[in-house]
């Protein structure tokens, strides 16, 4: 009588014992895959990256216990790791004074040795400019700290210390020019997390659900397929409407959602070292209705007409202020009313100048995403105009960004303006704008 129980117990073990396996096997492939990631780019951007900017050695400082934003891409913990340009097709590559640090695959490295050694070691090379992780307007670009500072120059000395200038240019085109595994890989975890918000948004249940159900149940889901979760609390899905409720009461978490509430959603996923940003919206539906408000739609129209004129307007070879002075252009020939996103409280005065003017207007924030989902540190060009310091950037070939801009219609019936955020994460080729999924088209409608 015993047997059956042993036979299903051993079947249980040998179904964990092969998950395991399975997972043993994912975890050694993102592992992998980290190392090509970065076998590729010390091979086929890095030499671009400095040349270009007329850098001879590149000294990225990393202290143990400090984490750097750039600790994936070089594979190391701690350390100094210099990269000289001597000729020919490949960046000489050392790591110095790195005792304790864990490192990912030490063959893409040519020379380990002492922090001691530093002296000597840039004193043969002599280079000419000296890009160091310090700046003041890109935070990924400044992890050397004031002491770590110190200690480079007393070690460089004079003639040396003299020639250090910020590798934040050099850091920029390093991350925003793609090898294919990079483009690839953001494509994925870009497609995972649309069908993740998709799936959750469509399992609310109105009058039960509440908007932090909504993003434990997408944290769930994360964990499941082996990503991250948060510890900071759950992204959770904003209220631009509510039928039956007050706005005050839709920003609490355990707010339950309301048929009649229209939803904006806003969130990311992380992956070895990528980060997405985007979002989806949903419409619960009052009784009765099938579709949204007429209304509600028009406005959603009016978002997705403006795509096409912006996609059309971002090409690479020009700056994000170029990008953005010809994107408003042709918006506004087109009928749109701009409206500058500054991202202060006059955003909210300029649109409601706007009135009941049946005209739309639009606010632009397409900013730069890949490597971190935080527009505000994430390298590279971002057309928005409370990002002046971005807008000398180039775009440059796979660029990946976040497409995104926020569109104000008239809604009569409620006697304001609704804004409408439209965000995807997608890539400028020399093809021009090309979708990495499919974008947003639809409010999801929640029976």
């Known amino acids: 009588m015993r047997r059956p129980k042993i036979l299903q117990l051993a079947l249980v073990a040998v179904v964990l014992l092969k998950g395991q396996g399975a997972y043993s096997q ?11 990631i970065r076998q590729e780019k010390f091979d086929l951007i890095l030499p671009g990256a400095m040349r270009d900017n007329d850098v001879d050695m590149w000294i990225h400082s990393m202290r143990r216990g400090d984490p750097d934003a750039f600790d994936l891409d070089f594979g190391a913990t701690a350390g100094w790791i210099i990269f000289t340009d001597r000729g020919g097709d490949r960046i000489e590559r050392a790591l110095l004074g790195h005792s304790f640090a864990f490192l990912a695959d030490e063959s893409v490295y040519d020379i380990f040795g002492e922090e001691s050694e530093l002296p000597q070691f840039v004193a043969e090379r002599d280079p000419e400019r000296i890009a160091v992780n310090m700046s003041e307007w890109l935070s990924h670009a400044d992890g050397l ?39 690839i890989a953001f494509a994925n975890i870009s497609e995972i997390q649309r069908g993740i918000m998709e799936a959750v948004l469509r399992q609310i249940e109105p009058g039960v659900t509440t908007r932090e159900d909504v993003g434990w149940w997408a944290q769930d ?18 209220v631009l409407h509510s039928h039956l409720s007050d706005r005050s009461d839709t920003r609490r978490g355990d707010y339950i959602l309301q048929r009649g ?25 009052r009784e009765g209705e099938t579709d949204l408000p007429e209304s509600v739609a028009r406005a959603w129209q009016h978002g997705l007409d403006a795509r096409p004129i912006i996609r059309r307007n971002i090409k690479v070879g020009r700056t994000a202020g170029q990008t953005l002075e010809a994107v408003v252009a042709a918006l506004e020939e087109a009928g749109y009313v701009y409206t500058p996103f500054v991202d202060t409280p006059q955003d909210r005065e300029i649109v409601a100048a706007l009135s009941d003017d049946a005209r739309p207007g639009i606010s632009l924030d397409c900013h730069t995403v890949g490597n971190t989902g935080n527009s505000e540190v994430s390298v590279g060009p971002a057309f928005a105009p409370f990002r002046p310091y971005r807008a000398h950037v180039m775009i440059q070939p796979n660029n990946l960004f976040s497409f995104e801009y926020i569109v104000h219609t ?14 995807d994460n997608h890539i400028v080729t020399a093809n021009g704008v090309e979708w990495l999924y499919p974008p947003n088209k639809k409010i999801i409608l929640v029976p």
């Open 221 to 238: 889901r994360q964990m499941e397929k082996g990503l991250w979760t948060s510890l900071y609390g759950a992204s959770m899905p904003g």
């Open 261 to 285: 509430d229209l939803l904006s959603w806003d969130t990311g996923l992380r992956y070895l070292n990528f980060g997405t940003d985007f979002k989806r919206n949903a419409y619960l539906l």
């Open 410 to 423: 008239w809604i009569p019936e409620w006697n304001r303006r609704l804004s409408i955020n439209f965000e």
């Open 26 to 36: 994912e975890a050694r492939a993102r592992y992998q895959m980290m190392n090509l």
């Open 145 to 183: 700290s004031h002491t770590g500072y110190l200690k480079l120059v007393e070690l460089l000395g004079d003639k040396y210390a003299a020639r250090l200038v910020s590798s934040e240019n050099v850091i920029t085109d390093f991350r925003v020019r793609r090898v294919q595994r990079e483009i």
